[in-house]
């Protein structure tokens, strides 16, 4: 993040806190409770926003060099991501040709040749078909050109990775991001480095999910005991960028910055910074040096159960054990506080919501990342309706 944008958020930071306020929206939000629950609204955001838009679905970092691959699955589709020789990110339908086997599994560099188990039919990179075994005269008149890999819109910009599973129409990564692409281009995630990956089912909508990472109001009362000791609720600062959100979230010794002048400002190790991607992605970069993507998609059908991946990034690979164990007691804290406090918590929610008995819930003034993503939802919906 460019140093100026980081003293102008410290700057607002501090005139809030000197004010006794956070940043607050025009208004509070009510939002109706169905919309965690209803399937048929879940169909819609699954047709319209998650098969309909352009997702980010890795960090450049996941396929560092050329024959690098990536296996994922994005809104219940199995997806390929596959760096070729000419070094451009390709993505595909992670389905054989033959009889619906996937063809990769995990990440890793698998070759010339991807193949699946089943009955070993081979394709190359560019998801062309290599051979079939055993099959001589078993497939004709069928032609070979006609049987590989059934391609996805994807591309690369800014050290993301994003596709479109429902369109052939190419994406523009720099017009999906809205103004966001620069400032996350200077993180280079494309220099970082995968460290681990953790995944999870929960029983609660994927939007509540999401929505724990879209206020900071919680941070002192459900994480008394984990975040609270070292972070700030309040005061917040946040900025949109068309629909998307850029958060920071203090730790309580930013005031020692005080004591020095503003050429000096930094805004790590004293905040931490949460991109939200619209309409289900996460980046987080927390104090402690690392960064997190996580993903929030909806059992495919199913409202009340959400698949949650996280992956986690390192600015460069463990020198010793030492460091090893550093960013391990990272990935268990994040464990902690994320998967065993917030999204209990959010499934506590869902529970309650199921019942059907509470009509609305509420979001106040200081939760102004969680309206402009709700409100930039039914935005969305309600004009892809008017296009259908």
Not at 299 to 305: I, L, M, S
Request: aromatic share 10%.
């Amino acid at each position: 993040m460019n140093v100026d944008i980081q003293r102008e958020l410290l700057r607002r930071f501090f005139a809030l806190r000197e004010a006794r306020t956070t940043t607050l929206a025009a208004s509070p939000y009510r939002q109706q409770a169905s919309v965690y629950t209803d399937p048929e609204r879940l169909e819609r955001e699954e047709r319209l926003l998650l098969r309909g838009r352009a997702l980010v679905v890795a960090l450049s970092a996941d396929l560092p060099g050329t024959g690098d691959c990536l296996a994922c699955e994005v809104a219940g589709v199995p997806l390929l991501l596959v760096r070729g020789e000419d070094a451009e990110v390709r993505a595909f339908l992670n389905i054989c040709r033959h009889r619906g086997g996937r063809v990769f599994t995990g990440r890793g560099r698998p070759g010339r040749a991807l193949k699946c188990p089943y009955h070993s039919w081979a394709y190359d990179l560019n998801g062309d078909l290599l051979g079939q075994p055993l099959a001589r005269d078993a497939f004709e008149p069928l032609e070979r050109t006609d049987l590989g890999l059934c391609p996805v819109s994807a591309a690369e910009r800014f050290g993301l990775i994003l596709v479109r599973l429902g369109s052939p129409e190419p994406v523009d990564v720099a017009e999906e991001l809205a103004g966001l692409g620069p400032e996350v281009a200077d993180w280079g995630f494309e220099r970082w480095h995968f460290f681990t990956q953790r995944e999870g089912r929960f029983e609660a909508n994927w939007k509540l999910i999401r929505d724990t990472f879209l206020e900071s109001y919680h941070v002192f009362s459900l994480h008394r005991d984990t975040l609270a000791p070292d972070m700030l609720s309040t005061p917040f600062v946040g900025d949109s960028f068309g629909p998307h959100h850029r958060g920071v979230v203090m730790r309580k010794e930013v005031v020692t910055l005080l004591e020095r002048p503003e050429s000096e400002w930094k805004l790590k190790p004293y905040g931490s910074i949460v991109y939200i991607l619209f309409p289900n992605a996460v980046i987080n970069l927390p104090m402690s040096g690392h960064a997190e993507l996580w993903e929030m998609y909806p059992e495919p059908g199913d409202p009340h159960r959400t698949r949650v991946s996280v992956r986690f990034y390192i600015p460069r690979e463990p020198a010793d054990e030492d460091q090893r164990a550093f960013w391990e007691a990272n990935v268990r804290f994040t464990g902690r506080v994320v998967f065993e406090e917030d999204f209990s918590q959010q499934q506590d929610i869902h529970r309650s919501l199921r019942t059907g008995l509470m009509p609305e819930v509420v979001y106040g003034r200081n939760e102004p990342a969680l309206i402009h993503h709700h409100s930039e939802m039914e935005r969305a919906l309600a004009s892809a309706d008017a296009l259908a």
